[in-house]
């Protein structure tokens, strides 16, 4: 991950609130597929899965974000900006589910925060904006939410 990145995880984990460790995996496809089936029960690939840290024990963790370069890079392209940019928003995206934000089944609360959050980042349409629109799109966000089952081991990027 480029000092770049690692200094956006590091002001956006501010930004929502989140102290602690974020970890940040960036992989491939089947990668993600195998992820995304074994924790959420869905054989497909997608574009970030969160995975909230149990708190225990004296370091402060705040859990791990998986996120996929390949349809990173797709939607870059589809989109007209930078790869970095598209990471980053999916970054954003991941701290807010990280934070206990669920678009899901919410009232537009985590959609307005990340609209909000995107603004002071300079940041292009959100997920959730795109979700609305999912002919358009070669994706829609994916979230794990911790129900009991253990995260997965992803290999860290320390920020």
């Known amino acids: ?11 956006a984990q501010r930004a929502v609130g989140i102290s602690g460790e974020a970890s940040v995996l960036i992989t491939s496809n089947d990668e993600m597929r195998r992820l995304n089936r074994e924790f959420r029960g869905k054989d497909k690939s997608t574009d970030v899965l969160s995975f909230p840290a149990a708190q225990n024990g004296k370091v402060k963790l705040a859990g791990d974000i998986a996120i996929s370069k390949d ?9 007209g900006h930078s790869l970095e940019t ?18 899901e089944s919410d009232q537009g609360e985590m959609a307005a925060l990340e609209q909000k959050l995107r603004a002071k980042f300079k ?3 959100g997920l959730i904006e795109r979700g609305n629109d999912s002919a ?9 939410k911790s129900a009991g089952q253990a995260r997965p081991t992803l290999r860290r990027v320390r920020c």
Not at 86 to 103: I, N, P, Q, S, T
Request: positive net charge; charged residues 15%; without cysteine.
């Open 86 to 103: 598209e990471l980053k928003v999916l970054m954003l995206h991941g701290l807010l589910h990280l934070a206990g934000h669920d678009h």
């Open 123 to 125: 940041l292009p349409t």
């Open 136 to 144: 358009s799109m070669p994706s829609v966000s994916s979230v794990f």
């Open 71 to 79: 349809i990173a890079r797709s939607n870059a392209k589809t989109l």
């Open 1 to 11: 991950m480029t000092i770049g990145l690692q200094r956006f995880l590091r002001a």
